[in-house]
């Protein structure tokens, strides 16, 4: 898997299985859950998902997406809460309770069994559903949004609960109750132009419960009917934040005594939906093969993300663990991306060539098999068209199996970028469109911004920056971008492209982490 090199997810410790666990995997529309725990327990859990993905689109009047399975959440329940923080290399202390990764080649989310917070309210349910708000509010709505808006969201769709025969949404964020009752308040314009600091769970915790107040009070006071979705608007127009915030909800002093009124309301309205009316679908559950358990602390390693240095551990670990699977293609995929990743590329083309061999429609496998042509071709550095000819080949193969898998459309985009030549009006419309399938992906947007700024296309590069300097889970990628917006618009296209210039690698930006505040 091609991933950004967060700092957050420095692996360091492994933990092994015990010998008697039995991995599964459950399988349904939205979601690929892989778990250690009984079948009954996955089953009701992947029910719950989806009947909080049908709540999201029955309230939203989203319809059902026809996107490839490539694009469903890949979630890794971990054992504890102590297994998700070693497997992102952050300290004990720290709080993690889950993180989520934003990959082109799927999304994937890691959560513990339990938090121990379930008193709560804070399970994995809550941890995964906030993660997945983030998911459904990118692919559902072509919109930008400000990060108190993307936080506050998630936030209120998060706290969804299923109770017998319905399921709520808007119900109070308990979680977040000793950030908003026992830490002094955001103020309201700090909290509408600011995004989160990540430096103190303390800080986080203050930002997400106003942040969720604030959207729970614009979507349920009648008061302020209509007034959110005239802000969005505004913003999305063009208009400054805080103007834009000014118009459609008026004082801004008069907003924040409001919100603090709400707060301490004795009751919250909320809205309620019968699950018998949330068709899912068909949830299927099986028994991972032996090779796939034996290979699956690889897989959830390289889908954390490595660097260097902790991509040498993981292929050490992969091919003895792939070692008594040759014929097996998920095994034997997993040991081409732990190569791939650890820069050993004619070992990862062997693996791809023995996944294929196994099974000739393994679209990761016949993606990798491009990739590592790719960068063959690249690092020979030589005038060879026959040679891209063949890397884009086996994208191409990918792609007509698969024609709404977005990775080999981005790496069919990306091909031409590499042997620096002219993109076709194919090669672009791959990029745009593995662009509207994996939105998500900070990379791929940045790199087609950049596109489009070259190409005199600079409102639409201007609109793509603009979502990335919205983004809150991405310090200096945001940065970044909001230094090449003002440069844009006060200089020109070539004071944007200059901000690029000689400037550290932004791949290891970090994503966004759940953290806890006990209330």
């Known amino acids: 898997m091609r991933k950004c090199l967060y700092s957050l997810l420095l692996m360091t410790l492994v933990f092994a299985s015990p010998a008697w666990a039995t991995w599964r995997e459950v399988s ?4 690929v859950i892989y778990s250690e725990e009984n079948a009954r327990s996955m089953q009701e859990f992947a029910t719950s998902l989806e009947q909080y993905d049908k709540g999201l689109r029955v309230l939203f009047n989203i319809p059902e997406d026809t996107d490839s399975h490539a694009s469903r959440v890949i979630v890794f329940v971990l054992p504890s809460e102590d297994a998700v923080r070693r497997l992102a290399g952050a300290k004990g202390g720290s709080g993690l309770s ?3 990764q934003n990959w ?34 990118y692919r559902s709505f072509a919109a930008v949004f400000p990060a108190w808006f993307t936080e506050g969201f998630a936030e ?29 308040p955001l103020p309201i314009e700090k909290l509408l132009t600011s995004t989160p600091d990540w430096n103190t769970p303390e800080a986080t915790d203050r930002f997400y419960g106003r942040s969720w107040l604030l959207v729970h009070y614009l979507t349920m006071e009648r008061s302020r009917a209509g007034q959110l979705d005239t802000y969005l608007q505004k913003l999305n127009s063009g208009e400054d934040n805080l103007a834009a915030a000014r118009a459609a909800f008026g004082d801004l002093k008069q907003l924040d005594k409001g919100l603090n009124a709400y707060l301490h309301q004795p009751t919250l309205r909320y809205f309620g939906l019968s699950t018998s009316k949330l068709p899912i679908g068909k949830i299927e559950v099986r028994e991972l093969g032996a090779g796939e358990a034996a290979i699956m602390d690889v897989r959830m390693r390289s889908k954390a993300g490595v660097n260097k240095e902790t991509a040498a551990q993981v292929v050490a670990m992969a091919r003895k663990a792939a070692a008594p699977f040759p014929n097996d293609p998920a095994v034997q995929t997993a040991l081409t991306e732990a190569e791939y990743d650890a820069g050993n590329y004619a070992e990862a ?24 042509r790719m960068e063959q071709a690249a690092l020979a550095d030589k005038d060879d068209p026959q040679s891209w000819k063949d890397v884009r080949k086996w994208f191409l193969t990918a792609n007509r199996i698969d024609n709404e898998d977005p990775e080999p459309l981005a790496f ?17 419309a791959a990029g745009e469109h593995a662009l509207d399938l994996a939105p998500q992906d900070v990379g791929l947007r940045m790199t087609v911004a950049q596109y489009l700024l070259r ?12 979502w990335l300097a919205s983004d809150p889970h991405h310090d200096r990628l945001r940065q970044r971008a909001s230094a090449m917006i003002a440069a844009l618009d006060s200089k ?16 290891d930006d970090e994503g966004e982490s759940e953290t806890k505040k006990k209330p």
């Open 412 to 428: 069919f985009f990306l091909s031409f970028l590499r042997e620096g030549i002219e993109l076709t009006p194919n090669a672009l």
């Open 28 to 31: 349904s529309k939205h979601f």
């Open 156 to 184: 209120f769709a998060s706290t969804a609960e299923r109770k017998r025969d319905a399921i709520g949404f808007g119900l109070p964020a308990q979680h977040r109750a000793y950030g908003l009752l026992e830490m002094t």
């Open 492 to 507: 020109g296209t070539e004071a944007a492209l200059a901000q690029l210039q000689g400037k550290e690698d932004l791949s």
């Open 104 to 137: 082109t080649g799927g999304p994937a989310a890691f959560v513990p069994r339990s938090t121990g917070d379930e008193e709560f309210g804070y399970g994995k349910q809550l941890v995964l559903q906030h993660e997945y708000a983030h998911h459904f509010m």
């Open 98 to 100: 889950g993180f989520y």
């Open 349 to 372: 083309e062997a693996a791809a060539d023995r996944a294929i061999a196994a099974d000739p429609k393994a679209v990761d496998a016949l993606t990798y098999k491009g990739e590592v």
């Open 455 to 466: 190409h005199d296309k600079a409102p639409e590069a201007r609109r793509m920056l603009l």
